[in-house]
């Protein structure tokens, strides 16, 4: 038996993507943001998209490439304050913004990638966060519902790859990665690094290439994927 | 922030020593988070070899010291962007399983900065509706879920108004969170009395800090000790 070879262009990968898609973007700030899949989704000038990532990046990188174009109608985050053109986009009401406590926003993903309608939490209870939610009662405690997030297509961005999608990840570079490479119903991963199949020992595989359709190996590391000089 | 410009406070101005005394927070073997901004430079307070393990909500524990951008890995990062380094011992994980460790009750203490502490321990500390509203991060689960918070915090804002007060104004981070608070001028708990003195910086009067606070002070029987 051999598994199957899912490689393919991130032109190809991205071209499927149709305007009013709900997007998972992996990254907390730089590490882990697939800024290559970002620029290719800008070029083919992909409109109307919701996104759902941890942050806004920083002004002129990644999401912002989309957001200050005006190709951005919805941001579902949880901190934007490292990009202040998103924070303007906001106020002025050209996308709308709704935050998300951090564990909370992992957590609504992950209960998406595992087939789960929701999770219930205490977070945020005391907070404007919890506006409009509805709440349950389970042994004797209040509680807050948090929908399940799954998305049209996950972005996501890997260190080391094989052909099937298996994927591993750097340091600081996994936070909302691993999770939502579970939860979309087409996950694209760039890879700096493609490995054969059977590179990648089992034992070193995050994310099974199960969960990935499209695997785009990165020609080169360009600028933006570098250390960021405040 | 970066990296290369954090200079390490002397605890002869009173910032510095503010730092100083909130570094004695941290006891031996404790899982801690450090916020963004003063709280993260407890860290030059603390030695080499003291036994801590500090935990990044972007996804790691046993965070190592800032490194400057020439010896940085583009790939480690802490929660406020600085690039810093593992130490024998570290872990790298998702957010996920990090904030799992947060509300399970493995974090030991936060350290946190604040617009706003009321009596009762809320703390308002992500949001000022119409100025600031850059989203709250992890801050809401830091403050909820660690099993210590304290505050580390000028006393006053900038234009001079007491940031202790009976009621917080703006929006909550948490509700009756907050047990201690380190402040330029003052070591005070939260009771359930409300805010009681436990230490006054060298140099300033009970009386300094009671008319610092927009809330009663309790003071406890005995002297005052300095720090």
Request: charged share 20%; net charge negative.
């Amino acid at each position: 038996m051999k598994l199957s070879d899912k490689t393919t262009s991130m032109a190809e990968a991205v071209a499927a993507i149709p305007d009013g898609a709900t997007v998972m973007v992996g990254g907390f700030g730089v590490p882990g943001t697939p800024f290559a899949l970002l620029a290719e989704l800008a070029r083919q000038d992909k409109r109307d998209l919701t996104l759902i990532k941890n942050d806004a990046n920083e002004t002129g990188t990644g999401v912002d490439l989309l957001i200050a174009s005006g190709r951005v109608r919805r941001l579902i985050t949880t901190h934007i304050g490292l990009n202040a053109n998103a924070i303007a986009a906001m106020n002025e009401g050209r996308i709308e913004v709704e935050f998300c406590a951090q564990g909370i926003l992992a957590e609504r993903v992950r209960a998406g990638g595992a087939g789960l309608p929701a999770v219930l939490t205490d977070i945020g209870m005391q907070t404007e966060l919890s506006a409009g939610k509805q709440i349950v009662q389970v042994e004797g405690r209040c509680l807050m519902v948090e929908t399940a997030l799954r998305a049209d297509v996950a972005l996501i961005h890997a260190d080391r790859a094989d052909p099937f999608g298996n994927l591993a990840y750097r340091a600081t570079a996994r936070n909302f990665n691993p999770p939502m490479a579970m939860a979309a119903t087409t996950v694209i991963a760039e890879a700096e690094v493609l490995l054969p199949l059977g590179g990648l020992a089992p034992d070193e595989v995050e994310t099974p290439g199960v969960f990935v359709d499209h695997l785009c190996p990165m020609a080169e590391i360009t600028e933006e994927y570098g250390v960021v000089r405040r | 922030m970066s990296a290369d410009k954090i200079v390490p406070l002397k605890p002869a101005d009173p910032r510095g020593r503010m730092v100083a005394r909130a570094a004695r927070e941290i006891a031996p073997g404790m899982v801690v988070n450090l916020g963004i901004g003063l709280p993260t430079q407890v860290v030059d307070h603390l030695g080499p070899d003291y036994p801590v393990c500090l935990h990044t909500e972007n996804g790691m524990a046993g965070v190592g010291p800032t490194l400057p951008h020439e010896l940085a890995d583009r790939n480690l990062i802490d929660a406020g962007g600085a690039y810093v380094s593992p130490i024998p011992g570290s872990s790298y994980f998702d957010s996920a399983t990090s904030f799992a460790l947060v509300r399970s009750g493995r974090l030991d203490l936060t350290m946190l900065g604040a617009f706003e502490v009321a009596e009762n321990g809320d703390l308002a500390n992500w949001k000022i509706p119409g100025r600031f509203s850059p989203g709250a991060g992890g801050a809401i689960e830091l403050a909820q879920k660690a099993r210590r918070v304290v505050v580390m915090t000028t006393h006053c804002d900038r234009k001079g108004n007491p940031k202790l007060k009976r009621r917080c104004t703006l929006p909550l981070t948490a509700a009756g969170a907050v047990t201690r608070i380190f402040t330029d001028l003052a070591v005070i708990d939260v009771t359930p009395a409300g805010f009681t003195l436990r230490e006054c910086a060298q140099g300033v009067s009970v009386a300094e800090v009671t008319e610092a606070t927009g809330a009663p002070l309790r003071l406890p029987e005995g002297d005052i000790p300095t720090f």
